[in-house]
Structures are given as C-alpha cells and as structure tokens.
C-alpha cells in the first residue's frame, strides 16, 4: 500500500480538472436526475392547497394523484435513478482513469449491470453502521428490560450508565464503520466485487490511516457542497424574486410555485455537484491502492 496517501488540495484539484475536461459527458448522466424535478413539478401542481390539508376536506381525485405522485418520486423514483446515476458516473469514471474511451450510454449500460450488486453492497453498508449503533444501545436497553421485568430500580440505574457509554460508543463505532466501508460500493461497481469481499477489501485498505482517510473524505465534500449551496442560494433568490414580483397571482399559485423552487433547485445543484463527489471518492480509492 502507498505510504503517502493523494493530499487533500490534490483531490480537489484533480476532481475538479477531470470534471470540467469531462463536464458534458458527467452532465449527460447526472442530468438524468432531471427526471425526478419534473414528476415533482408535476406532482406538486396537483398537490392540495395547505388550507386543504389543514381543513381536512376530502382531497380530489386530481389532488390525491399529486400527493401518491410525489410519495412515490420521493421513496422510489429518486433513489433508484440517483442510484443508478451513482453507479454510471463511477463506471465512467473508472474508464477515464484507465485511459479508456467510454461514451455516456455505454457507462449507463455498464451501471445499469452492476446495479444489483452495488446495491447489495451499499445495503451491507448501512446494515453494518446500523450493527454500530446496535453494539451501543443495545446493552442499556437489555439492562433496562430485565431490571424493569423484576422491577429492579438498581438495575434501572446500571442501564442509565450505560446508555450514557453506549450513546458515545454508537456515535464513535458508526463514524468509524461508516469511513471503513465507504469505499466498499465503488469496488463492487468498478472491479466486480461481492459485497463481502468489497467490505473486507474496504476495511483493509483504510485500517491504519482512519483519520487521513477521513479528512479526505469530508473536506472535499464540504468544498463541493459549499460551491453547491452558493449556487442554489443565487438560483434561489433570483426564481423567488420572479415570483414576487409576479404580484398579480393569487396566494395560493405563489406557494405552490415556492414548493417546486425549493424542491427543483437543489436537485439541479445535486446534478452539478453529484460526480465531483464521486471523483473524489474514486481518486482516493486509487490512491488507496496504489
């Protein structure tokens, strides 16, 4: 393993340089993330009136379209297609840093295969973190049971202790596992890993460099992130003072037009910002195992 890890400066800098030389094609797959903006422009102009929801009148047959529209954008539509944008963009990538030539469709086909399997994977993920937080709370809870079943107040007082500890012990073991198999899910998309293995391999390649591994997780995140609410802010303020200054539409029309800019915009800024973050990711994984 590398003994000097990629600096962060370096990650942003070179994410940001294979973003821009690559801008159209990472736009043309992230910006399938469009799709959701539009079911929930669609879903929000049938959505009913807060005075509706409030009054507890029977909705229309039009408004309860709008409110299972956007149920279903927000719980299925938008995860699955930012999942397989996720899988895409990071195949696309991969070929990138491999001196390969991939267009667009190709990398959406090939995200599009391995999109089980990352899943699988990303699943074992957020079970292992779960698994985290178990190890913490559940001692004072099994405590708290028993000494509440045998209406013991000395062992109502050890699982109060304990729940000081475990909360503490939750929040170390869940950052801690959550840094260890990140990487899990780009090695199950870019070399065909099963999720057992791609979790092992994660945890190998970062035990003993937990906190580099972490600034250059979070920091480039942060920078492109920060970039992303600058932008959404500006976007913001412009389509608010449109609607504003629209004084002759009625209260109701101008709330619904404030819910779908609020709701619309910060996809949009997901779609810039979605594969500078994967970038970084991927570019730390190569240094990793370089």
Same mark, same amino acid.
């Given at each position: 393993?590398?003994?000097?890890?990629?600096?962060?400066?370096?990650?942003?800098?070179?994410?940001?340089?294979?973003?821009?030389?690559?801008?159209?094609?990472?736009?043309?797959?992230?910006?399938?993330?469009?799709?959701?903006?539009?079911?929930?422009?669609?879903?929000?102009?049938?959505?009913?009136?807060?005075?509706?929801?409030?009054?507890?009148?029977?909705?229309?047959?039009?408004?309860?379209?709008?409110?299972?529209?956007?149920?279903?954008?927000?719980?299925?539509?938008?995860?699955?297609?930012?999942?397989?944008?996720?899988?895409?963009?990071?195949?696309?990538?991969?070929?990138?840093?491999?001196?390969?030539?991939?267009?667009?469709?190709?990398?959406?086909?090939?995200?599009?295969?391995?999109?089980?399997?990352?899943? +699988?994977?990303?699943?074992?993920?957020?079970?292992?973190? +779960?698994?985290?937080?178990?190890?913490?709370?559940?001692?004072?809870?099994?405590?708290?049971?028993?000494?509440?079943?045998?209406?013991?107040?000395?062992?109502?007082?050890?699982?109060?202790?304990?729940?000081?500890?475990?909360?503490?012990?939750?929040?170390?073991?869940?950052?801690?596992?959550?840094?260890?198999?990140?990487?899990?899910?780009?090695?199950?998309?870019?070399?065909?890993?099963?999720?057992?293995?791609?979790?092992?391999?994660?945890?190998?390649?970062?035990?003993?460099?937990?906190?580099?591994?972490?600034?250059?997780?979070?920091?480039?995140?942060?920078?492109?992130?920060?970039?992303?609410?600058?932008?959404?802010?500006?976007?913001?303020?412009?389509?608010?003072?449109?609607?504003?200054?629209?004084?002759?539409?009625?209260?109701?029309?101008?709330?619904?037009?404030?819910?779908?800019?609020?709701?619309?915009?910060?996809?949009?800024?997901?779609?810039?910002?979605?594969?500078?973050?994967?970038?970084?990711?991927?570019?730390? +994984?190569?240094? +990793?195992?370089?």
């Amino acid at each position: 393993m590398s003994k000097t890890l990629i600096s962060v400066g370096e990650l942003i800098d070179q994410s940001w340089e294979l973003y821009r030389s690559r801008f159209i094609e990472f736009l043309t797959i992230s910006g399938w993330l469009i799709l959701t903006a539009i079911f929930f422009a669609l879903a929000l102009a049938f959505y009913p009136a807060a005075s509706v929801l409030q009054s507890g009148e029977p909705l229309t047959g039009w408004e309860t379209f709008g409110v299972i529209l956007f149920s279903i954008t927000t719980y299925v539509i938008t995860p699955l297609i930012s999942f397989w944008i996720y899988t895409s963009v990071t195949r696309m990538i991969g070929a990138y840093m491999n001196g390969k030539k991939i267009t667009p469709a190709a990398a959406m086909r090939e995200g599009r295969a391995v999109f089980l399997k990352a899943l +699988l994977t990303s699943v074992m993920v957020v079970l292992m973190v +779960l698994f985290a937080i178990v190890i913490g709370f559940g001692p004072p809870v099994l405590v708290a049971t028993i000494g509440s079943l045998a209406n013991l107040s000395s062992l109502i007082l050890v699982a109060n202790v304990l729940l000081v500890i475990g909360i503490f012990a939750a929040l170390i073991l869940s950052i801690q596992w959550t840094v260890y198999y990140l990487l899990a899910p780009l090695l199950t998309i870019l070399d065909g890993l099963p999720a057992k293995s791609a979790l092992e391999y994660s945890r190998r390649l970062i035990k003993g460099r937990f906190w580099p591994v972490l600034a250059r997780v979070v920091v480039p995140k942060l920078v492109f992130i920060i970039f992303g609410v600058f932008a959404m802010s500006l976007f913001a303020f412009v389509a608010n003072f449109a609607i504003d200054a629209s004084s002759g539409i009625s209260t109701d029309v101008q709330v619904r037009f404030v819910s779908m800019v609020e709701t619309i915009i910060p996809i949009i800024i997901t779609v810039l910002i979605n594969p500078l973050i994967i970038i970084s990711d991927v570019l730390l +994984l190569r240094s +990793l195992r370089d």
